[in-house]
Nanobody, 116 residues
């Protein structure tokens, strides 16, 4: 029953910013109990963890983030965000939202392209 829907991807130039959103439905009012995350996958590479946030608000980031990204959540909206600043061409990938739940559920992904 859980549905995960990402939005906000697009084409930006190096150094610019982009914010991704992920709305989770069908959680039975238990959205606040679970960890959420953003993962990405570029062509020819395995999917890698970008950022995670726990129910308590604790965050963790992939080493490549280097302080450029911020993950946050709004439990009243069943939404998790990824604010990305100082984007690099290497950030180009499909970005996926993960709702950990009792059984993890992935979104369909949203394309982020960083190119001059």
């Amino acid at each position: 029953q859980v549905q995960v829907v990402e939005s906000g991807g697009g084409l930006v130039q190096p150094g610019e910013s982009l914010t991704l959103s992920c709305v989770v439905s069908g959680t039975g009012n238990r959205f606040n109990l679970f960890t959420l995350g953003w993962h990405r996958q570029a062509p020819g590479r395995q999917r890698e963890r970008v950022a995670v946030i726990t129910p308590a608000g604790t965050t963790n980031y992939g080493e490549f983030v280097e302080g450029r990204f911020t993950i946050s959540r709004d439990n009243s909206k069943n939404t998790v965000y990824l604010q990305m600043n100082s984007l690099k061409p290497e950030d180009t990938a499909v970005y996926y939202c993960l709702f950990s739940g009792s059984r993890p559920t992935w979104g369909q992904g949203t394309q982020v392209t960083v190119s001059s």
